[in-house]
């Protein structure tokens, strides 16, 4: 237990569906990060939220859609999603202006996209 | 782009210290060097991070070479439940805005 919750664990929807993807965390942490992993590739990192402010997005495609309402939840929108978009979805968090800075990582969303 | 060099794979017998080298010959001074984990299908794990001093906790100890280029975590008892890809990343602390980035980190199986 990392302290950093995302629900579902897992998923499958069809190409027209929509859904979301939820991250929680009480750590008090004031960054979080989504993350994508396809089967045998290196995460990679897709959006960063700094104080619920969007600071990074990695190239990422418009069919997936972030939302941090406040520091202690994100949210990653899915609609009209690909088959190869099937993969594990990590959320982590980590405190900002700390020297331990380390990330938590939640157990992540299995998604299959049908 | 991942800054560090791992093999991508080593075994280890159960009960032995497990040794993974990295090397980061392009860290800057200001950044530290971090190592976590990710066993099957589960979020990454946080392990030990450095500067410059060696560092042990509960789980490993971190060995940073005087130069900083490279250096070896380990596992001084490996069990079957540390097999596992173990990654290797410099950044700078104290920002949300250094997030951390993956390379494709060292597979180790610790074999009985």
């Not at chain 1, 939302?67 to 009209?80: A, D, G, Q, R, V």
Request: charged share 20%.
């Amino acid at each position: 237990e990392t302290g950093v919750t995302q629900t579902p664990r897992h998923l499958v929807m069809g190409m027209t569906n929509k859904k979301s993807l939820k991250c929680e965390q009480h750590l008090g942490h004031n960054a979080m990060y989504w993350y994508k992993q396809s089967a045998k590739k290196p995460l990679e990192l897709m959006f960063v939220y700094n104080f619920k402010e969007q600071t990074e997005n990695n190239s990422v495609p418009s069919r997936f859609s972030p939302e941090c309402p406040n520091s202690s939840h994100l949210f990653l929108h899915l609609h009209t999603l690909q088959p190869e978009d099937s993969a594990l979805y990590l959320c982590a968090s980590s405190p900002v202006g700390d020297r331990n800075t380390e990330a938590f990582f939640g157990q992540g969303t299995r998604l299959t996209v049908v | 782009d991942a800054k560090t060099t791992q093999p991508p794979s080593m075994d280890c017998a159960e009960g032995r210290a497990a040794n993974l080298p990295c090397n980061h010959s392009t860290i800057s001074g200001n950044e530290y060097v971090y190592w976590y984990r990710q066993i099957h299908s589960q979020g990454p794990q946080y392990i030990i991070h450095g500067l410059k001093n060696n560092e042990t906790n509960e789980m490993a100890s971190l060995i940073i070479t005087e130069d900083r280029k490279s250096s070896t975590l380990i596992l001084p008892h490996a069990t079957l439940r540390d097999t596992a890809v173990y990654y290797c990343i410099v950044r700078v602390p104290y920002s949300g805005n250094t997030p951390l980035v993956f390379g494709k980190g060292t597979r180790l199986s610790v074999i009985a």
